[in-house]
């Protein structure tokens, strides 16, 4: 079974905009993606699918061989971890600890488990010396770890970042980038950095006008681009 499957998605809001016509894309466990496109494309609209937040109109979302529906969803969102743009958006909790164990204990994981996972979570991101600390007290790069840590202790099948590089001075953007090829989890990420793109994903989408213009090696894409 690919991570992902998308079918013949498309999708109009409410006040009539179509925002997707028609996507289909397969995302094989393991590789890493990163889906390019201008703003307005519906790159937002189709990660909003990914976990539900939106049913498609038509077509259909399929994770790890589980259709997205609304008696699904629950399962859905462990599978699918979202990482927002802003980390602030993520982390709420008095320590980074209970951030990160904010999630599995939601699923119903305790005790000894749970600090297991956490702890893991917090050492794939570099942040477990981290564990007891505020996450106010961080900076805005550690920040960010600790949120993709919150999304790795749920041990998703596929990551999705929303723009995983910005705001980051170089040193930060560079950690990042050597934590995510470190992951042996598949990844999809939204971005507006090319050279992030191409560092990171052997594959880029390009989705303009809410339909998939291009898919291929990222060299190749964004030597055509
Ligand atoms: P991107 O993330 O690539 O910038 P979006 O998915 O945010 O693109 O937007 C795709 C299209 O859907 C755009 O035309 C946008 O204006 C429209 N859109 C996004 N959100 C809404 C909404 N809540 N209501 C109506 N139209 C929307
Ligand atoms: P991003 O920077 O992630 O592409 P956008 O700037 O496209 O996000 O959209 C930011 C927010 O505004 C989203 O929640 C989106 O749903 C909403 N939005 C975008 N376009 C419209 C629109 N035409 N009408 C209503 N809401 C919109």
């Known amino acids: 079974e690919p991570s992902l499957r998308v079918r013949d998605l498309a999708y109009a809001y409410p006040d009539g905009t179509q925002a997707l016509f028609g996507v289909n894309l397969t995302i094989e466990r393991g590789e890493r993606v990163a889906l390019l496109g201008p703003n307005g494309a519906g790159k937002t609209t189709l990660v ?8 498609p109109g038509h077509g259909e979302v399929v994770v790890a061989g589980l259709p997205v529906r609304k ?8 599978r699918v971890g ?6 602030d958006d ?11 164990a904010f999630g599995p204990a939601n699923m119903g994981v305790r005790g000894e488990e749970l600090e297991r996972r956490v702890r893991h979570a917090l050492e794939r991101v570099g942040m477990l010396d981290a564990i007891d600390r505020p996450p106010h007290h961080l900076s805005f790069g550690q920040r960010r770890r ?8 749920m041990e998703p099948e596929i990551l ?4 995983p590089s910005s705001n980051l001075d170089p ?5 990042l980038a050597e934590i995510l090829r470190g992951l042996d989890v598949t ?5 507006h950095d090319l050279p992030y793109a191409l560092e990171l994903c052997e594959r880029s989408l390009i989705l303009s006008g809410g339909v998939i213009v291009a898919d291929g090696p990222t060299r190749e894409i964004l030597a055509d681009a």
């Open 48 to 55: 909003m699918h990914l976990n539900g937040i939106l049913t």
């Open 71 to 78: 008696d699904t969803l629950r399962e859905v969102r462990r």
């Open 82 to 87: 979202l990482v927002f743009q802003d980390p």
């Open 90 to 100: 993520q982390l709420f909790m008095p320590t980074v600890r209970e951030d990160v």
């Open 146 to 153: 600790v949120a993709v840590a919150t999304v790795l202790a």
């Open 160 to 163: 999705v970042l929303d723009e």
């Open 171 to 175: 040193a930060s953007r560079r950690e």
């Open 187 to 191: 990844v999809l990420m939204v971005t």
